[in-house]
């Protein structure tokens, strides 16, 4: 008789399986995990998930918390969704992030604005700046081209796939799938309009810290750049942290940086006025 | 780049659409829609829908990472959120287009200008009013196309809406590869050099 042939037998071998570690796994509790942010309490800690070459995860975090997202091995590749947890209908809006702000390159001090005129979130930290907000998401037809497939239930999975599974979570569907930042590889445009990317590898463990200025649903998918001229699959993990933090004070200079981004604030502010 | 436009065949369609108005119009494979700038450096903001399955729409992401620049000139193909071609520019009197900037919107018009703006019509009205007939809403709201409009993008990665390369009387031509539903916005922008500061009638001419 095989360890599994009755439901008690079945049990106990189910049951034998607890306390594995494997790299791509939550923290449960949060609490548990090890390596805090400086001066982060572990009571703190919302969120702690390391995301598989080829993974991908969605959460909802509130307003005033911390999402830390470190490139553990060097070649992490994470495109990025943010939705109003409140109102998902409210997403991140990509062309009014870089035209609000004049600029195309995100990195350290800029914000990540809404298609309502709100922030949604700052980058309060970024030991990268080599990321992209023009070439969006992997799909199935451009991984298929690349590495032979890009299912989900295959070796190569897309990005646009892992959104469509990360927003079915928090029941939403392939219309939310908005035009996505992808954080870690860096795409810059050329006199000529050409889109100049760089994959790395980079040093392992650079960070990247956003702040949740609203109550958010995030979705990250852990994908090769849908530009990585590389032969192979090449990603490694990510890993989230997320804790909880202020709202951001009136005094904070990244609010004030800017005239256009304190007025993505003041209506955040009015919208939280209630 | 040819300046003078090339000879369409049989025109099923020919309308002008006023300034500052939404156009809605279904253009089958194989035909093409020609958008002239009637009076000149008129921003049409331009979205396009697979019109049997409507969750399949133009992303302007995925049309500049195949084609490896930001602009859209002779020979782009719009690509689909899936990766599939939707329309390509088979001809254009103009050197670029943006597909970067977006649409306007009441909501970003605040922090562009200030709160002042916030009852001026924009783009997005637009988008929504026309949309709305076919039962699609603010979801299907996504980065769109700004024919004749010029969003530079210096080496420091500075952007902006800058004074238009378009002139009176100049074209793009845009060829069907799907039964497509084109949703326009005659930009309304009055704050900035996308409409000279002027919105003015453009005209739409279908041809199969």
């Known amino acids: 008789m095989s360890s599994t042939s009755t439901p008690y037998a079945a049990q106990a071998h189910a049951r034998a399986q607890a306390g594995t570690r494997v790299e791509a796994m939550p923290t449960v509790p949060a609490s548990a995990a090890i390596d805090l942010p400086p ?51 409210e997403r991140l809006n990509i062309a009014d992030t870089l035209k609000v702000q004049w600029n195309g390159y995100l990195g350290q001090g800029r914000l990540l604005l809404s298609d309502m005129g709100r922030v949604l979130a700052s980058i309060v930290e970024d030991e990268a700046g080599t990321h992209d907000a023009f070439c ?45 930042l992808n954080l870690f590889k860096e795409v810059r445009v050329g006199q000529g309009g050409e889109t100049v990317i760089e994959v790395g590898p980079y040093a392992p463990g650079r960070q990247l810290t956003l702040r949740a200025e609203m109550d958010l649903i995030v979705v990250l998918a852990n994908c090769p750049h849908v530009l990585d001229p590389r032969e192979a699959y090449a990603v490694t993990p990510v890993r989230a942290t997320a804790w909880r933090g202020p709202v951001t004070p009136v005094e904070d200079p990244i609010r004030n940086a800017t005239p256009e981004g304190l007025r993505a604030f003041l209506n955040v502010e009015d919208y939280f006025s209630r | 780049m040819a300046f003078d436009p090339p000879p369409l065949n049989t025109i099923v369609h020919d309308e002008v659409v006023p300034a500052r108005a939404p156009w809605l119009h279904e253009v089958k494979a194989g035909q093409t829609l020609r958008i002239v700038d009637l009076e000149g450096n008129q921003a049409v903001d331009f979205l396009v829908y697979n019109a049997r399955d409507d969750a399949e729409r133009y992303s302007a992401q995925d049309t500049i990472a195949a084609q490896k620049n930001i602009f859209l000139r002779e020979g782009s193909v719009l690509l689909s959120n899936e990766g599939a071609p939707m329309m390509t520019v088979t001809a254009t009197a103009v050197a670029y287009h943006d ?45 769109n196309v700004n024919w004749f409009m010029n969003v530079p993008v210096e080496a420091d990665g500075a952007l902006g809406i800058v004074d238009g390369i378009s002139a009176p009387g100049l074209y793009v031509d845009l060829r069907a590869e799907m039964d497509v539903v084109v949703v326009v916005s005659n930009c309304p922008q009055i704050n900035n050099p996308c409409n000279g500061f002027n919105p003015t009638p453009v005209r739409m001419i279908v041809a199969r």
């Open chain 1, 39 to 89: 001066g982060v309490a572990a009571t703190d800690l919302v969120w702690d998930e390391t995301i598989a070459p080829g993974g991908y995860a969605s959460r909802q975090i509130a307003r005033g918390s911390r999402l830390r997202l470190t490139d553990l091995a060097g070649d992490a590749s994470v495109s990025l969704l943010i939705f109003n947890a409140e109102r998902p209908v």
């Open chain 1, 136 to 180: 969006g998401a992997s799909n199935q037809a451009s991984n298929a081209r690349k590495y032979g497939d890009g299912f989900n239930h295959g070796a190569h999975p897309n990005a646009r796939d892992r959104f469509s599974l990360g927003v079915a979570k928090f029941g939403l569907g392939r219309k939310d799938i908005h035009p996505c």
């Open chain 2, 99 to 143: 597909t970067i900037g977006g649409a306007c919107s009441c909501e970003s018009n605040t922090l562009r200008y200030g709160h002042h703006t916030k009852a001026q019509h924009a783009c997005v009205e637009n988008f929504l009013v026309a949309n709305a007939i076919q039962g699609r809403g603010k979801r299907d709201m996504v980065s």
